[in-house]
């Protein structure tokens, strides 16, 4: 396990990023390490986050203002930070602050990251990135702040504690966090339950317009660029349509895909104890988890369904 006390040991320029189109667990844990850090560094250290712009759902977190949504020139960092990145094509856009960072940390729990930088802690059976750097993290340092940074990190990554990478030793953490009186329940409706207006109507067409296919066994939809630009919606207004697609009764496989670019779709992927749906990403140069996984890939939305489709039914029969 690293200590993150002896990587920063004399450092004067701290870094920190997560992956692009951030969720909830890289917010959370992101931003529980940046507020450590702050915590711990000695005074005149700089202590720098950047993620890409972000809506006002976890603006509730402790430091939410201070994240640089600016990728500009940046002076090199003694110690850099990924979290929740399972390579380093995850983060684009502060891929430059990595390669020139004197020590590079990768703080990750994929299944599918084979190892990077030059400091690594990877766990592919935690729940989130958040349980990993509450492992780091003394429980005498802990406070209220990070506390919820993390927690909030955890949840959104478990399904609220459902998914199958909730484990014993994430109920433990996620005790040991809820234990500073914060209003757990209120962070989790507000952070992942509500949905705006706009959220809900994609949810809802989304819903509509899916089909079944496997024999009842896989489901899919798709939300097109003209879709998008009716509802005026972003690519945040998305999440949660596969994870509400995977509750269709003796569905085992969900895919859900939308319109990045011409003839390009963003794919996400879920599966029940049945089916590995990272293994089907990483066919298509994507990643993730046993049964949370994506990918990015070209060709109509037939071609894309269809190449899916034939790996689906491999491990389905």
């Given at each position: 396990m690293?200590?993150?006390?002896?990587?920063?040991?004399?450092?004067?320029r701290?870094?920190?990023?997560?992956?692009?189109?951030?969720?909830?667990?890289?917010?959370?844990?992101?931003?529980?390490?940046?507020?450590?850090?702050?915590?711990?560094?000695?005074?005149?250290?700089?202590?720098?986050?950047?993620?890409?712009?972000?809506?006002?759902?976890?603006?509730?977190?402790?430091?939410?203002?201070?994240?640089?949504?600016?990728?500009?020139?940046?002076?090199?960092?003694?110690?850099?930070?990924?979290?929740?990145?399972?390579?380093?094509?995850?983060?684009?856009?502060?891929?430059?602050?990595?390669?020139?960072?004197?020590?590079?940390?990768?703080?990750?729990?994929h299944?599918?990251?084979?190892?990077?930088?030059?400091?690594?802690?990877?766990?592919?059976?935690?729940?989130?990135?958040?349980?990993?750097?509450?492992?780091?993290?003394?429980k005498?340092?802990?406070?209220e702040?990070?506390?919820?940074?993390?927690?909030?990190?955890?949840i959104?990554?478990?399904?609220?504690?459902?998914?199958s990478?909730?484990?014993?030793?994430?109920?433990?953490?996620?005790?040991?966090?809820?234990?500073?009186g914060?209003?757990?329940?209120?962070?989790i409706?507000k952070?992942?339950?509500?949905?705006?207006?706009?959220?809900?109507?994609?949810?809802?067409?989304?819903?509509?317009?899916?089909?079944?296919?496997?024999?009842?066994?896989?489901?899919?939809?798709?939300?097109s660029?003209?879709?998008?630009?009716?509802?005026?919606?972003?690519?945040?207004?998305l999440?949660?349509?596969?994870?509400?697609?995977?509750?269709?009764k003796?569905?085992?496989?969900?895919?859900?895909?939308?319109?990045?670019?011409?003839?390009?779709?963003?794919?996400?992927?879920?599966?029940?104890?049945?089916?590995?749906?990272?293994?089907?990403?990483v066919?298509?140069?994507?990643?993730?988890?046993?049964?949370?996984?994506?990918?990015?890939?070209?060709?109509?939305?037939?071609?894309?369904?269809n190449?899916?489709?034939?790996?689906?039914?491999?491990?389905?029969?």
């Amino acid at each position: 396990m690293l200590d993150i006390k002896k990587i920063i040991e004399g450092a004067r320029r701290i870094g920190i990023t997560g992956h692009e189109r951030p969720d909830g667990d890289c917010i959370g844990s992101t931003l529980g390490l940046y507020n450590y850090l702050k915590k711990i560094c000695p005074q005149g250290t700089t202590i720098d986050i950047f993620l890409e712009t972000l809506g006002p759902r976890y603006s509730y977190l402790k430091s939410f203002d201070e994240i640089s949504f600016d990728f500009g020139p940046q002076e090199k960092y003694d110690v850099f930070f990924t979290l929740d990145c399972s390579t380093p094509d995850r983060f684009p856009k502060a891929s430059e602050y990595f390669e020139k960072a004197g020590k590079t940390v990768c703080i990750d729990h994929h299944v599918s990251n084979e190892g990077f930088g030059s400091e690594r802690y990877i766990d592919g059976d935690a729940s989130s990135a958040s349980e990993l750097v509450c492992r780091l993290i003394p429980k005498d340092e802990m406070d209220e702040d990070i506390a919820i940074c993390l927690y909030s990190g955890i949840i959104s990554d478990s399904g609220v504690l459902q998914f199958s990478c909730t484990s014993p030793d994430t109920l433990r953490t996620v005790a040991d966090l809820i234990s500073f009186g914060f209003d757990f329940t209120a962070i989790i409706d507000k952070s992942y339950y509500e949905k705006t207006y706009v959220q809900n109507q994609l949810l809802g067409r989304a819903l509509v317009e899916s089909v079944r296919f496997l024999d009842g066994r896989a489901i899919f939809t798709c939300v097109s660029r003209s879709m998008m630009e009716f509802y005026g919606a972003t690519p945040k207004d998305l999440d949660g349509i596969v994870n509400q697609l995977l509750m269709t009764k003796d569905v085992k496989c969900a895919v859900f895909m939308y319109e990045s670019g011409p003839m390009q779709y963003k794919v996400s992927l879920r599966g029940d104890n049945d089916i590995d749906v990272a293994r089907i990403a990483v066919l298509f140069g994507g990643g993730g988890h046993i049964k949370a996984a994506g990918c990015t890939m070209s060709g109509t939305m037939y071609d894309v369904i269809n190449n899916i489709s034939e790996q689906i039914e491999l491990q389905l029969d």
